[in-house]
T-cell receptor, first 116, second 116 residues
Framework: NAGVTQTPKFQVLKTGQSMTLQCAQDMNHEYMSWYRQDPGMGLRLIHYSVGAGITDQGEVPNGYNVSRSTTEDFPLRLLSAAPSQTSVYFC???????????????FGPGTRLLVL | AQSVTQLGSHVSVSEGALVLLRCNYSSSVPPYLFWYVQYPNQGLQLLLKYTTGATLVKGINGFEAEFKKSETSFHLTKPSAHMSDAAEYFCAVSEGYTGTASKLTFGTGTRLQVTL
């Protein structure tokens, strides 16, 4: 299994440009999440999904859109990039199992985004 | 609302010395607690987690953590540090609700340096 994969690894955008960060997992996990990591702030949840067609907002959703049309993929869209969105983005997936917050999340390698 | 406090953004120990990384949490319901490790330019990897049962939890690479409800703490320890332990460590809390995915709240991280 490849686990959780993310593309691209690194991206430079100009303010106002749009882009999609790709995330895929081959573990048949129901749950998927997007986090951003900023220095001194740990990881913060952007959006998450508990299954195909179901998404919800996390702690910092503004400026980001998501959709989940398949179990495997969970893309994150920036419609109009801003310098404040410069960050490292991590996608994670988990198996529902016992659910209720106990499940282990498996993280991708991250995408470094620089917005000029 | 749940929150996590990690005391000390940087910790330096000598090889062979005890590693102690501190984590305190706040949660309105019985929490699930996690420690993740991040090596340079990589995603996060689960070290260990506490869900229910035994309060002393053993993880990978010789790490362990003890859940102390009275102190709202989940400190991470390792008896003898190795150079390969140098990384950033994140404590996270999840409030469990049946049927929902975990929404992790992370601490700000502690960077562990191991010196000869």
């Amino acid at each position: 299994n490849a686990g959780v994969t993310q593309t691209p690894k690194f991206q430079v955008l100009k303010t106002g440009q749009s882009m999609t960060l790709q995330c895929a997992q081959d573990m048949n996990h129901e749950y998927m999440s997007w986090y951003r990591q900023d220095p001194g702030m740990g990881l913060r949840l952007i959006h998450y999904s508990v299954g195909a067609g179901i998404t919800d907002q996390g702690e910092v959703p503004n400026g980001y859109n998501v959709s989940r049309s398949t179990t495997e993929d969970f893309p994150l869209r920036l419609l109009s990039a801003a310098p404040s969105q410069t960050s490292v983005y991590f996608c994670a997936s988990s198996y529902s199992g016992a659910g209720g917050g106990q499940e282990t999340q498996y993280f991708g390698p991250g995408t470094r985004l620089l917005v000029l | 609302a749940q929150s996590v406090t990690q005391l000390g953004s940087h910790v330096s120990v000598s090889e062979g010395a005890l590693v102690l990384l501190r984590c305190n949490y706040s949660s309105s319901v019985p929490p699930y607690l996690f420690w993740y490790v991040q090596y340079p330019n990589q995603g996060l990897q689960l070290l260990l987690k506490y869900t229910t049962g035994a309060t002393l939890v053993k993880g990978i690479n010789g790490f362990e953590a003890e859940f102390k409800k009275s102190e709202t703490s989940f400190h991470l320890t390792k008896p003898s540090a190795h150079m390969s332990d140098a990384a950033e460590y994140f404590c996270a809390v999840s409030e469990g609700y049946t049927g929902t995915a975990s929404k992790l709240t992370f601490g700000t991280g502690t960077r562990l340096q191991v010196t000869l």
